[in-house]
């Protein structure tokens, strides 16, 4: 499996967004993980460290972007940088459609965040690449009703 | 959504936790109320949205109420609501505690499966699209490598039938010629999930395996990314495609990267489809590792590079040329950089199965080595992984002069990595050093590590003691270096008597275990062990004392040992040395005391007349009275030994010399094979590392690596710890498990590949291979293929020419045409014939198109064996599939002879002397369907390849044809004479004797040729 989860936290530690891709994990780990990674990542020093750490047997990936971390959990081989830069391709996508995109905009639009995250990830894999189809299918999908 | 917008805003805008608690807690009552069965679909849609946001800020209490109402959002027939309901019951639901994840799964059926198949079923892409969605996330399960032999559904459940109709249902969908790409992307991810999860569906259905394969071909580029992870799983499952996939990818990967035809919406920032050509390129290497099982029980890859045509290699070399090419390049822009150093570590993790040349890999090397000056930690740092694996990979089999020592200039870089601000690269920098190391660069590597080592990580000194050892071990090939070596170490990061020490006990007893073991080594550890002793305990240098480690290889060595120095000097004299001893003793730790004593106690028992002796009993009488229990006990029974009298041959034998260690393992091994589990599992593989050294040491004359000839060349001949017992340890600890995806693992894989349905009328095609060199092999309304055959003694080759048939009707190309597979019936371990394709068709065929079979006969075979060609192409919107036999038959490798009808009466009755009725001859009866003239049996004869010696006129009515030819195979030549007799007067009924120089070939023979003649394909 690909990507394990992707979780999107706050400098609190609040989480702002959490797709389990992987359906092995329970309530009890998922908030011990989500707690456990926040201090392992919060506390490492950005410019010197890399953006990655193994962790419970997945790597996690991770960038901060103002005061949220975006974070993605992946399989020991898989690539490192691919993940990093798919990352910074899914704030790309949440920037253009929510033009500008900050921590307000992922809390009160929360469900939607999820539904945009369902056409770029699918089953923890890429499953679409371009930016210009991903938003004009999210539109597409905003005027059903 | 009103409402919610305010709800979300009054929470941020609660002073303190108490505050939000308590409005969180009104929420909640209210929304309890809210919920009935009049409540209207958007205000349900309202209220739950805000229970999920409640439930996200980790209100569990609100779990049930919003499992049932979202359940109700997903039955109504709203978009939004449908959506949210099933949004809501996937963050909702959680694999319980104690829970197996067949449970969970099934649990999960039990309450969706209505939904599910109704929202499959209908007519509104959205809906479908919703319900994948919804496999696709909340079915996701992780398996493991038995997940085949072991499902987690199998055909026996109850609910099978359920599985089975989710799992058709989704299927539909990717293959549909009229649903959007947008459906079939994510189907293909939903059917992954589900294959998972019952694996057998697949199998079963061997049609299903081939579309889906062709998904990997389809012009939309998402779903082509979306079809990799599903291709990955099917390769696993059914290991013969992989052979048809390669050149799919590799022509895919050649468009886009070599002839740039990527679509300009697919590009990240200037870099064409970044995240597509990894996952290709990951694909091919997963089809490299894929191994399975073959009758020696050994682990054996499934394709190797000569297996690929040389247009798929080609493709594959360019578009790694090209990768590397650009990595040499200025790129601009953190996210290109990013981008490109992505692709190009997973280029070269795939180059040295590509066979690639010295140079190639040189190149990759260079291009890595570039990034190491990277100013950004997460280049450097995968760098140094890609350095490892690259390395790891490409030296096996290759002499270390090959391509490591081609990184000695390179050497200095990764020195000065180890000073790196971040401590993974300085990790991933020693583990760099530790792979390259070989029999020519040890010396320098362990030298800078030594160096290195005190100012090293703590938390990493363990692991560089560890490394140098094993280093020192495998390719020292002074003994005294290596003695020297190793003790500096031990004295450097020896540890104190608290018990606190950098390194672990391994490393000591390793050094133990080797002295002990190797006689000429005695001595000189000696003589290193008292000089460090000496300047360790003077008092000038101002250290603390002696490290403890250092202490422990004393205690043992010397007491061992040490007479054997005694006479060299004053400062080697046993009194010496126990002084050097006693005095460390007090400041040492009580596990040391204890060794210690044996030590003094060796000494008093062989040289009772030493002038120490007495101070050594007074130490036993002294610790006697120890408050340690072990020590105590020593003291105790030390102190009667040796003042007893009565004991004395008792003790004698309790100081008997050790005896050389046998244990099968080396303590360091294991170690490292934690340490590498814990810094680098899978990717950098240092411990399969640790086997190619051990197994390249073994050519050498080094330390350990000893093998029968230098045992007697009184190297340092350890005969228990043979290099052959450290490979097989390390191999055990290696983590690199081939995967285990094989026939044997697979009950369903044979079954399916026994009984390849042929295509309807694939007879004509045969039999007319069998009579002609030449002709239409299979023809139907979109196809018509034709061949012509090339005979070169047991060597054939089969030129096909596909010809669109579509073409002249309709003006439809045939596209995606694939030769999957030939399958061959041979046996496997020693096949009767080899059948490969060595051209392959082009995949779109506007006019016509070739491809090459050839064939080679290895020894006898009978026609039944023949192989099955398998391919598909879609032409119009129709996928096919293809199943034709073509014969390898030894009929097929006769040539004709020059033999006269006499010579022919003369082998004729020597082959019946030598080889007799029973082996040498067989006769058949055999009714052709059409009435035969001598003429007509003649040119039979002299199209299959055979000489007519003789036949009778056409006028005559008794019927007699002779006809000689040899038979070729790899093995052996064999000659052949045939005589055709009519047995009626009507020519409806033959005869024929066949007598053969080879035993048994005449039965096989006969056989070929009545199914030739009587016109019966089987």
Known sequence: MAIHYILVLNRQGKTRLGKWFNNAYTEGEKQRYTSEIHRLISSRASKIQSNFIEYQQCKLVYRRYAGLYFISAIDISDSELASLESLHFFVEVLDTYFDNVCELDLIFNFYKIYYILDEVYLAGQYQEISKERILERVRMLDKLD | ?1018
């Open chain 2, 1 to 1018: 959504m009103k409402g919610l917008t305010q709800f979300c805003m009054d929470i941020r805008n609660s002073r303190d936790a108490q505050e939000e608690h308590k409005r969180i807690c009104t929420e909640i009552n209210t929304l309890k109320g809210k919920f009935t069965s009049s409540t209207n679909g958007s205000t349900r849609k309202r209220n739950v949205c805000k229970l999920l946001y409640i439930y996200l800020l980790g209100y569990n209490e609100v779990k049930e109420i919003g499992l049932r109402e979202s359940m109700k959002l997903i039955s109504s027939s709203v978009y939004s609501e449908k959506k949210l309901g099933y949004l809501t019951l996937g963050i909702l639901l959680d694999h319980e505690n104690n829970q197996t994840t067949k449970e969970y799964l099934d649990g999960l059926l039990d309450t969706t499966y209505p939904y599910l198949v109704k929202d499959l079923q209908a007519n509104n892409d959205e809906f479908n699209c919703l319900a994948i969605e919804f496999i696709a996330s909340s079915l996701n399960v992780s398996i493991d490598e038995n997940f085949v032999v072991n499902p987690i559904i199998n055909d026996s459940n109850e609910n099978a039938a359920d599985w089975l109709e989710i799992t058709d249902l989704v299927y539909s969908f990717c293959c549909s010629p009229i649903h959007s790409p947008v459906i079939k992307k994510k189907a293909s991810l939903a059917l992954l999930c589900l294959i998972k999860i019952y694996p057998n569906v697949i199998l079963s259905n061997n049609n299903w395996i081939l579309r889906l394969l062709n998904l990997i071909e389809s012009e939309d580029f998402g779903v082509v990314l979306s079809a990799v992870p599903l291709v990955d799983i099917l390769i696993h499952l059914s290991p013969q495609y992989v052979k048809s996939v390669v050149p799919m990818i590799a022509t895919l990967l050649h468009d886009l990267v070599v002839r740039d035809k990527c679509p300009i919406d697919q590009y990240y920032y200037d870099t064409p489809a970044p995240w597509l050509c990894i996952e290709l390129l990951s694909l091919i290497e997963k089809c490299f590792l894929l191994t399975e099982i073959d009758r020696d029980g050994q682990q054996s890859p499934v394709i190797l590079v000569t297996d690929i045509d040389t247009n798929s290699l080609g493709k594959l070399r360019s578009v790694v040329a090209r990768y590397i090419h650009n990595a040499s390049q200025k790129i601009k822009g953190q996210q290109n950089r990013n981008a490109q150093s992505a692709i190009l570590f997973q280029v070269v993790s795939l180059i040295v199965f590509l066979d690639a040349s010295k140079e190639a890999i040189e190149g990759a090397i260079h291009a890595l080595v570039l990034l190491l000056d990277s100013k950004e930690t997460n280049t450097r740092y995968l760098s140094l992984d890609a350095l490892i694996k690259l390395i790891a990979r490409s030296s096996v089999g290759l002499q270390p002069s090959s391509i490591s020592a081609r990184f000695e200039q390179h050497l200095s870089k990764i020195f000065i990595l180890l000073l790196d601000k971040d401590i993974s690269v300085r990790r991933k920098a020693l583990d760099l050093l530790y792979t390259v190391c070989n029999s020519e660069n040890y010396i320098p590597i362990v030298q800078k590590l030594i160096e290195y080592f005190p100012s090293s990580d703590f938390i990493l000194k363990n692991e560089i003691a560890v490394k140098i050892a094993v280093m020192a071990e495998n390719f020292a090939t002074d003994s005294a270096w290596y003695i020297q070596t190793m003790l500096k170490l031990l004295s450097l990061g020896g540890g104190n008597p608290n018990g606190t020490s950098y390194i672990g006990d391994e490393v000591w007893v390793r050094i133990v275990q080797i002295v002990v073991n190797n006689e000429n080594l005695h001595s000189p550890a000696c003589e290193s062990i008292v000089n460090l002793l000496l300047s360790d305990t003077d008092g000038a240098s101002g250290k603390a004392g002696v490290p403890e480690n250092l202490l422990k290889v004393a205690a043992f060595i010397l007491g061992e040992y040490g007479h054997l120095i005694a006479n060299e000097s004053d400062i080697s004299s046993l009194s010496n040395q126990f002084q050097l001893l006693l005095s460390a003793y007090f400041s040492s730790s009580l596990v040391t005391r204890a060794m210690l004593l044996s030590t003094f106690f060796k000494f008093t028992i062989r040289f009772p007349d030493e002038d120490f002796v007495p101070d050594v009993i007074d130490l036993f009488e002294a610790e006697t009275q120890s408050i340690d229990v072990e020590i105590q006990t020593r003291a105790c029974e030390y102190l009667r030994l040796a003042t007893v009298e009565s004991n004395k041959n008792l003790a004698l034998a309790v100081v008997k010399p050790l005896p050389a260690f046998d244990r099968k393992e080396n303590p360091l091994l294991t170690r490292l094979g934690n340490v590498n589990a814990i810094s680098n599992p899978k990717r950098s593989n240092s411990a399969v590392n640790a086997l190619q050294i051990a197994q390249e040491g073994s050519h050498k004359n080094n330390l350990l690596g000893l093998n029968e000839q230098n045992r007697s060349s009184n190297h340092l001949g350890v005969n228990s710890i043979s290099s052959s017992s450290l490979a097989s340890t390390s191999r055990k600890n290696s983590m690199y498990q081939p995967r285990r995806t094989s026939n044997i693992d697979n009950p369903f894989e044979d079954g399916n590949s026994e009984q390849v349905p042929l295509s309807p009328n694939w007879q004509s095609g045969y039999q007319r291979m069998r009579h002609y060199d030449a002709g239409i092999f299979f023809e139907n309304q979109f196809i018509k293929i034709v061949y012509r055959t090339i005979r070169d003694g047991p060597r054939t080759e089969y030129h096909f020419t596909i010809i669109n048939n579509a073409a002249k009707t309709a003006g439809t190309p045939i596209t995606k045409l694939r030769v999957l597979d030939i399958h061959s019936k041979a046996s496997k371990e020693n096949p009767s014939y080899l059948a490969s394709t060595t051209k392959l068709p082009d995949a779109t065929v506007i006019d016509k198109t070739e491809f090459v079979v050839e064939t080679k006969v290895r020894e006898i075979l009978s026609d039944s064996d023949s192989p099955v060609i398998s391919m598909t192409l879609t032409c119009g919107g129709s996928f096919n599939h293809l199943a034709l036999k073509i014969p390898v038959s030894l009929l097929k490798t006769v040539t004709g002879t020059s033999t006269t009808l006499e010579d022919f009466k003369i082998r004729w009755i020597q082959i019946g002397q030598q080889l007799g009725q029973a082996e040498g001859e067989e006769s058949i009866h055999i009714s052709p369907p059409h009435r035969l003239v001598s003429s007509n049996i003649a040119r039979l004869m002299t199209r299959i390849g055979f000489t007519v010696v003789y036949n009778t006129p056409d006028n005559e009515g008794n019927i007699l044809v002779m006809s000689a030819g040899i038979i070729h195979t790899s093995k052996s030549n064999y000659g052949v004479l045939i005589t055709t007799k009519s047995v009626d007067a009507i020519g409806k009924e033959f005869l024929i004797v066949i007598r053969c120089t080879g035993g048994g070939l005449a039965t096989l023979l006969a056989q070929s040729l009545r199914e030739i003649l009587e016109d019966r394909a089987t």
